[in-house]
């Protein structure tokens, strides 16, 4: 099947952000999505390399803030909740 490797790097960025925290090192998330996407996110600068030693990576700046505003684009409420 084919599909659209731009929307599936934007939901999995959006979705990286349920296991981001940041502390005094940067901005840092599990690895647990498919690795030909995560290389994608790599090389567009919003992640660090993802084969590095460890179960982490570390967001660029622009990675973690653009993560936040697609979560809350794709997964957000909006309004009242029940």
Same mark, same amino acid.
């Given at each position: 099947?084919?599909?659209?490797? *731009?929307?599936?790097?934007?939901? !999995?960025? &959006?979705?990286?952000?349920?296991?981001?925290?940041?502390? +005094?090192?940067?901005? +840092? &998330?599990?690895? &647990? /999505?498919?690795?030909?996407?995560?290389?994608?996110?790599?090389?567009?600068?919003? !992640?660090?390399?993802?084969? *590095?030693?460890?179960?982490? /990576?570390? /967001?660029? *700046?622009?990675?973690?803030?653009?993560?936040? +505003? @697609?979560?809350?684009?794709? /997964?957000?409420?909006?309004?009242?909740? @029940?």
């Amino acid at each position: 099947m084919e599909y659209d490797t *731009e929307k599936v790097d934007e939901a !999995i960025l &959006a979705l990286l952000f349920l296991t981001s925290s940041t502390d +005094r090192f940067g901005t +840092r &998330a599990w690895k &647990a /999505f498919d690795w030909k996407s995560m290389d994608r996110l790599f090389q567009k600068g919003y !992640i660090s390399d993802p084969h *590095e030693k460890g179960p982490t /990576f570390t /967001f660029s *700046e622009t990675g973690a803030e653009l993560s936040r +505003r @697609l979560f809350e684009k794709y /997964f957000g409420k909006t309004g009242d909740s @029940l």
